[in-house]
């Protein structure tokens, strides 16, 4: 609705939220009732794991966590209203097991530039000079019931952040106070996950944060899946090798599934030396010595990073 006259300035036409591609294609919809069976992570009596198809397309392999598997475990604690913090460096798996999970979700990438507008909503010009409000993902996610992540939530700031705490508190209400102060009710399905990586630079994870997500779960990568997804067992051996350093803090950066996956994709696509030497070059500078040096125990070669030769 135009609402012209008492319109804020809108700082950014953009909204730096991201409604994922499973926000979209199940806009306006309803949440499922916990899924069972077909899109569940187990086949039958076997016990074995079927893969889950992610909205974007690309499978999704279930993993084992709390006797269960990991996708089993979020859509319950979502039926519980149990809020979880999935922690751990980039590249584990964070929200690929969201996206699996649900179906319905929408996502807020934070950063450090993350405002209020970017939960709740914004005005924005129409093109007859005047404004509209269109409502942020928080509040589609609460009238809709739907879940909704808040990726790199301690980029965020805490002033920020604190949008959310009555949503997910007793209440389940917030006011949108730049409009009308109109009420939003949560209905059944809405739900919050946040994710985070305690080692980036300018992580805040406050007290109010923590406490409100009362189920803590740190995603590492899966070596077993990793191998299972044809990555060379040697990439795999000196992966784990820089995880150990990474935990002992003799660098700060080490291989995650993302990378292995990647080194995987140019092994098939060039060759094996050149997949060792791009990922010998996506450390980071101060790391690439540590990097280069489990790589070449591994791989019993010497391993540059990649980079262009002279002239053919
Ligand atoms: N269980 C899994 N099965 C298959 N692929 C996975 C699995 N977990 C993660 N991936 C893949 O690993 C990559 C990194 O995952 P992502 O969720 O983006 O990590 P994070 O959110 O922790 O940074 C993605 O390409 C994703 O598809
Ligand atoms: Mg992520």
């Not at 805490?158 to 959310?164: A, E, Y």
């Not at 995880?243 to 660098?251: D, H, I, Q, W």
């Not at 489990?294 to 030769?309: D, E, I, K, M, N």
């Amino acid at each position: 609705m135009p609402a012209a006259g008492h319109a804020p300035p809108v700082r950014d036409p953009h909204p730096r939220f991201q409604i994922t591609r499973a926000g979209t294609a199940a806009a306006g919809t309803l949440p499922p009732a916990i899924p069972r069976g077909t899109s569940g992570a187990r086949s039958g009596r076997s016990g074995k794991r079927k893969p889950v198809t992610r909205p974007n397309g690309e499978l999704y392999w279930p993993r084992k966590l709390a006797g269960g598997t990991d996708i089993e475990v979020l859509r319950r604690l979502r039926a519980a209203q149990m809020p979880v913090l999935l922690y751990g460096p980039p590249g584990t798996g964070k929200t690929a097991m969201v996206e699996a999970s649900f179906p319905d979700l929408l996502t807020i990438a934070g950063t450090g530039d993350t405002v209020v507008e970017d939960f709740v909503g914004n005005y924005v010009p129409l093109p007859d000079g005047g404004y509209e409000y269109v409502y942020g993902p928080l509040v589609v996610a609460m009238r809709e019931g739907r879940p909704l992540l808040v990726d790199d939530a301690t980029l965020i700031p805490p002033r920020v952040l604190s949008v959310l705490y009555p949503a997910m508190d007793g209440r389940r209400k917030i006011h949108l106070t730049a409009y009308r102060n109109e009420p939003v009710e949560a209905i059944d399905g809405f739900y919050v996950i946040a994710g985070h990586n305690p080692g980036v630079h300018g992580a805040v994870l406050t007290e109010a944060l923590a406490s409100r997500f009362g189920v803590h779960i740190e995603v590492t990568t899966d070596w077993d899946l990793a191998r299972r997804l044809r990555v060379d067992t040697r990439a795999v051996a000196a992966a784990i090798d820089l995880n150990k350093e990474l935990v002992a803090g003799t660098v700060t950066w080490a291989p995650q599934l993302r990378e292995l996956l990647g080194f995987a994709r140019l092994h098939k696509t060039l060759s094996l030396a050149t997949a060792v030497s791009n990922l010998a070059g996506r450390a980071p500078d101060h790391d690439r010595e540590a990097v280069i040096k489990a790589l070449a125990t591994h791989f019993g070669t010497t391993v540059t990073a990649l980079s262009l030769g002279p002239q053919h």
